[in-house]
């Protein structure tokens, strides 16, 4: 199944879904289809004039641009999505995408998708941390069973 994380570019989330046998729908895959484009040439200003305007089907025009860029690539990775794994309130180091406004926008996209969702609170402690990483590989694996 195709699982959507948040945050979008944790290697954390994506490799625990990853080892269940699902695939991780993550920025960095988008990303590198962009950066090794011959068009761009100044990582990490790595949108295109195109974006914005591709993120108005996510986002209003009174939508800042970069929002809406943001948008043009974590747009379609929601809508692609067959399942999704939320974590609030982690820290910048787990896989921030810089932009509040973003991070909601995609985060409420992907509750309104009527697609199976997990949402956890970033763990700070070692048993919080072993009891989300069991609530993770249980929502996995009860997808593993409704697809058969």
Request: glycine letters at 6%; proline letters at 7%.
């Amino acid at each position: 199944m195709k699982i959507a994380i948040f945050p979008p570019n944790s290697l954390i989330l994506a490799d625990l879904v990853e080892r269940r046998g699902h695939e991780a729908l993550v920025l960095q895959k988008e990303i590198r289809k962009k950066v090794t484009d011959a068009e761009i040439d100044s990582p990490p200003l790595n949108i295109t004039e195109e974006e914005p305007i591709k993120g108005l089907k996510y986002a209003a025009i009174e939508v800042p641009s970069g929002v809406r860029g943001r948008m043009a690539i974590f747009g379609p990775l929601i809508e692609e999505a067959e399942a999704a794994i939320i974590m609030e309130d982690a820290p910048f180091g787990f896989g921030c995408i810089g932009c509040a406004r973003t991070n909601e926008l995609c985060m409420f996209n992907l509750r309104k998708r009527n697609i199976p969702v997990l949402e956890l609170t970033y763990p700070t402690t070692r048993e919080e941390t072993m009891d989300v990483v069991n609530k993770i590989n249980t929502f996995l694996d009860s997808l593993e069973d409704k697809n058969g």
